[in-house]
């Protein structure tokens, strides 16, 4: 089978695509021919070896699929041949077949074609999750969504509408991103290269300012964000794509009487998983009602996840990346 490798720490024009052995499906896990695998911002992290989990050379990155079941592995039931289904992996979806651990594998809601399965399950999780179980959001609360065009921003919109939010204000890096924003849901959309977004949230809020702020940005966002953050307001922060750390200060926090947590999604596969499922009987509930629909940016075939990769990372993309053999 074909597989995108990573051989050395690396930049996205050093992967190669190579012929590697076809995997098979261990005890409790399903193989499946990948249709169609979606790219996320940990993937060009982790090939560069600045992402949290450093996997052993060489490997195939990926996180997420959507396919065919090609067989299962001991212990596991409820998937046969030929079933479509969308999947998360540890590593490994950029191939031709990718295994990937049972209980992460779940049949295709009707209507989702392979595209957006493939899209579905990393960015609504995060999203579900650091609004509702990091975030505490309550109907009726303002929501501040940070770079609300990409793919995982796009998915806290329309969660958070569904859920009931009022003013949903989404920051977008770029005039020509405010439409889909607010067509996810978002009431407003600030520009923060030419808007002054402490000013237009609070001016937006009557001075409230926001009771959940959504952050995947990190660094000068996340410091300006303390800035315009409700009376026990809670700031979730969800990764660093600005390549920088905040400083937040400890008196300011206790001052104004808001929490700033953080959400590694991943770490509840080892430390909660029921909560996972939570997360997706929930999530399926709000897709059957017609109010979550992931927002395809581009498609690529895999001999081009360089330039897959360069797309994503130019802030340029609207939605979801993905790739297909």
Known sequence: MKAVRCTSWCQPQDLTVDELPRPSAGPGEVLIRVHTAALNFPDVLMIQGLYQVKPPLP???GFELSGIVEETGGGTSGFAAGARVLAQCDLGAFAEFAVAPAHSVRPVPDGLDDDEAAAFPLVYQTSYFGLVYRGGLAPGETVLVHSA???VGLAAVQIAR???AGKIIGTVGADEKRAAVLAAGADLALNYQTDNIVEAVKEA??????DVIYDPVGGE??????RCIAFEGRLVIIGFTSGKFPTFKGNHILVKNYSVVGLHWGYYRQ??????E???QELLKLY?????KPVIAARYPMSRVADAMKHLTSRAAIGKIVLHW
């Open 149 to 151: 065009a990409g793919g």
């Open 59 to 61: 490997f195939t990155p």
């Open 162 to 164: 569904a859920l009931g």
């Open 271 to 276: 430390m909660n998983p029921a909560k996972i």
């Open 288 to 292: 059957e009602a017609g109010k979550l």
């Open 205 to 210: 809020t009557a001075g409230h300012g926001a």
């Open 221 to 226: 966002v996340s410091e300006q964000s303390t």
């Open 278 to 280: 939570q997360g997706w």
